[in-house]
């Protein structure tokens, strides 16, 4: 039987290339990194050692009707460095929406990129004090463990 165990990547298509990669350079914290040959323009972003986020030049409407054309609504990471994230946001005039769930103990910031893709971002919350949190409650979901591999804000 075959199972999904996680995302591999997101694919974003674009004729913004320079403002989305400086988007989530500043944003995510990725970095551009090795990608085969493709004969379209482009990069792969990587987190680390994985490219989680592909991106791909078009033009400007590439053949599609009037309207919106993407297709992808959101993703989500979980991150850690929340007021630091909400300090670089607000530098970069970047407008957000932030969200609680006391259920599953996460502070959400959702993002517009400049091809309209929603990024949400996941902080683990201690919803007592309102500040970030290192390590879950007792309660927390399990759907969010991954969150414990993620290294430390720098």
Not at 19 to 42: A, C, D, M, N
Not at 70 to 85: I, Q, R, S, W, Y
Not at 97 to 110: I, Q, S, V
Request: proline share 6%.
């Amino acid at each position: 039987m075959t199972y999904v165990h996680n995302l591999h990547h997101v694919n974003i298509q674009t004729c913004k290339l320079a403002e989305t990669q400086e988007f989530y350079e500043r944003v995510l914290g990725l970095h551009v990194g090795p990608r085969p040959s493709i004969p379209r323009p482009g990069y792969w972003l990587y987190l680390r050692d994985d490219p989680i986020l592909h991106v791909i030049a078009i033009d400007e409407n590439d053949g599609m009707g009037e309207g919106p054309v993407n297709k992808l609504d959101h993703f989500a990471v979980m991150a850690k460095g929340m007021n630091e994230t909400r300090a670089t946001l607000d530098a970069m005039g970047c407008e957000y929406r932030e969200r609680r769930g006391a259920e599953d103990h996460l502070t959400r910031f959702f993002i517009i990129d400049p091809n309209g893709v929603t990024v949400e971002m996941a902080f683990l919350t201690n919803f007592d004090t309102g500040e970030e949190e290192d390590n879950p409650p007792e309660d927390w979901y399990v759907g969010a463990h991954f969150y414990d591999e993620l290294p430390a804000a720098e």
